[in-house]
């Protein structure tokens, strides 16, 4: 599967500005979430299967230790076969997290959430030290150029769905308290800055279309795309109505926009032109 990418966005207008306290407090709350449920982990539930094809429990762990690691400037490992091979392995991407997980299957569990613990404080030193310069220069990011601040905005992404493989894979789902932290909201709008892409370009809404993707539960919000000439998100669509209208639990969007569980239409509602609705939550997953 390798880290989460986002297949065919790129930014191409001014970078995305984003305040480096909210961020860092997000992703600094999803490493101890991760690092917490490590902790309570048996032998059995760091062998656990996930979502993500190949990879158990302890895998998930080993892949963010990777990306923390390259992030702070440590080379790949070799690993011990071609693992370009492999089929759960897409890209070149999924390729180099590969290396990470093969190697570092050779250590315990308990050395593991040890060099979690180890990189992400690391990471929290470099972070914090990072000026205000720096978080906004603009950098190569998986959704394509943007700011640094946008960068770390998609590892909160990254690490919070990753939180949520664990969970699913273990029989933990998160409570509600759980579940609303300051990482969720950032990476329900890093999702949200996706939409365009995915309402116009993956699930092809024809033009003049006003679509409306209703989040319930917890992570409730809404997002709107409007498609005029490309489609864009706005905050409403003024006067008009929405032409479809999807709704649907948030928690189980990100599923779906991360490929993480199969389609469901029952799990969702839909109004106005159906069709289009359905087209487009068919295309709903953009994470390679």
């Known amino acids: 599967m390798g880290s989460d990418t986002f297949c065919g966005v790129s930014t191409s207008r001014q970078p995305t500005i984003l305040d480096k306290s909210a961020v860092l407090t997000g992703l600094f709350g999803v490493w101890d979430d991760v690092a917490a449920l ?12 996930t979502a993500l094809p190949g990879w158990s429990v302890r895998d998930v762990v080993a892949h963010l230790i990777g990306v923390e690691s390259m992030l702070q400037g440590r080379d790949t490992p070799d690993a011990d076969v071609d693992v370009s091979t492999l089929e759960h392995v897409r890209n070149d991407i999924g390729a180099m997290n590969e290396r990470w997980v093969r190697q570092l299957r050779r250590i315990s569990p308990a050395e593991l ?3 979690f613990r180890s990189i992400t404080a690391d990471r929290r030193e470099a972070l914090t030290a990072l000026s205000d310069d720096d978080w906004n220069a603009v ?8 700011s640094y601040g946008r960068f770390m905005r998609v590892r909160v992404f990254d690490c919070w769905m990753h939180e949520h ?11 509600e308290t759980e579940l609303v932290r300051p990482a969720a909201e950032l990476a329900l709008d890093e999702v949200a800055a996706s939409m365009g892409f995915v309402v116009g370009k993956l699930g092809g809404a024809p033009d003049g279309a006003r679509v409306s993707i209703e989040l319930t539960g917890p992570l409730a919000r809404t997002i709107n795309v409007a498609v ?27 599923r779906l926009a991360g490929g993480r569980t199969p389609l469901d239409h029952d799990a969702i509602t839909y109004s106005g032109d159906e069709a289009v609705g359905r087209r487009i939550v068919e295309h709903l997953n953009y994470v390679i």
């Open 139 to 146: 950098t190569m990011t998986p959704a394509g150029p943007d």
């Open 165 to 175: 493989d664990i969970r699913d894979a273990i029989g933990q789902p998160a409570s």
């Open 228 to 254: 005029a000439g490309r489609a864009q998100v706005v905050d409403d669509f003024g006067a008009e109505q929405p032409t479809s209208t999807i709704r649907l639990d948030g928690l189980l969007f990100t």
């Open 113 to 115: 959430l040890e060099q």
């Open 38 to 49: 490590g902790a309570g982990l048996d032998d059995a539930q760091w062998q656990a299967p």
